[in-house]
Structure formats: C-alpha cells, structure tokens
C-alpha cells in the first residue's frame, strides 16, 4: 500500500511523468533581451503576445521549442524550433526521417507562421526540426538518441506561392536555404 501511495505522489509530482525536450508555450517564446538579434528585439517585444498564441495552439505533434525572430544576411525571419518524431534506425535513413517531419510540419507550421499580424514585418519563416533515432532492437531504451536537424529559410514570396498552389512543396524547398545538421545542401524530399 505504501508503495502504491509512493508512486502515485510520484507521478502527480511529475517525477514519473515521461521526459519530453518541449516546454510550454509561453516559456518557448524567447525572452526579448535573450533574442541573439538585437535589431529582432522590437518585433520580439510588439508581438510578443501573439508568439505565445501560436506556440500554444501549435498541434501536440509539433512540439515547440523556441519561438521568436532571427536575422540572416539582413532580411527578418520568424523562427521556430520544433522537436520532431522518434524513428527506427532499422526502417528509415536520415533522408526518409528529415523527409517524413518536412511532410508532416512544414506546410501547416508555414501557413501558420505567415496569417499572422507579423506577416508585412518579416522576410521569410526559418523552420529547424530536430528528428531523434535510434536503433529499438538492439537498443530498445537508449540513453544517447542519434540527432538530426533540418534547418529551412524559406522566403515570403516562395511560401505564398507554395500556399497558394502555384508551386509544389520540392520547389519551395529548392527555393529555400536548407541546413542539414549544419551543412548547406540540396534536399530532395523521399518517403518511408
């Protein structure tokens, strides 16, 4: 019975609760005088409020971890940094995985970030997503998880055109930057 009660007092105090890399919405907008770009900062500070609503009516399966501007080669980004599925390293390759999460993500997270009163203020959207792996036979419950990351900056004009149905989602990516784990590449989307 004690042990019953023990456990319970547990999970109730989030001890037990399973551990997960997203946080709440607010605490995922970044604080204004923590945003690396100092000239971002105004826009971080006017639209702060509606930076939380998005975090907070972002779809459970795209669980955020940053939310704020960012600049690049002088043009204003929105940026959000979401954290994406865990895959079998047996079924998939780093291809079909980075794939699969800009399939999944890209079109609804883009949409989103450009129907918003920040639209005329920013150049583009910059989208990274962090997809985990790793091997669930031979390493059911891993300590270490193979990350991935793809990083997108897509311009305003290429989303509106991918949104409205003049171009498909391999042209907006062919339209954009695109960092995977760092290194600029070429990225031709491939399914599971």
Excluded at 3 to 16: D, E, H, M, Q, Y
Aim: hydrophobic share 40%; glycine share 4%; net charge negative.
């Amino acid at each position: 019975m004690k042990l019953v009660i023990i456990f319970i007092a547990l999970v109730l105090s989030g001890c037990g609760a399973t551990s997960s890399n997203t946080v709440p919405a607010k605490m995922a907008v970044i604080p204004v005088e923590e945003l690396k770009c100092v000239e971002c900062r105004p826009l971080q500070s006017k639209y702060h409020a509606e930076l939380v609503n998005i975090a907070s009516n972002t779809p459970y399966s795209m669980g955020v971890k940053s939310l704020g501007f960012r600049e690049r080669k002088g043009l204003e980004y929105i940026s959000i940094d979401l954290i994406g599925s865990r895959y079998n390293t047996i079924q998939t390759t780093t291809i079909s995985r980075l794939s699969n999460e800009v399939f999944s993500k890209y079109s609804d997270m883009t949409k989103r970030l450009l129907n918003t009163p920040f639209k005329d203020d920013i150049d583009g959207v910059f989208l990274a997503i962090l997809v985990t792996s790793n091997n669930f036979v031979s390493d059911p419950y891993p300590r270490d998880l193979n990350n991935e990351i793809i990083e997108i900056y897509s311009s305003k004009e290429s989303l509106t055109k991918f949104h409205d149905g003049d171009i498909t989602l391999q042209d907006a990516l062919d339209q954009s930057q695109i960092f995977v784990n760092g290194q600029r590449m070429n990225f031709e989307l491939k399914m599971i």
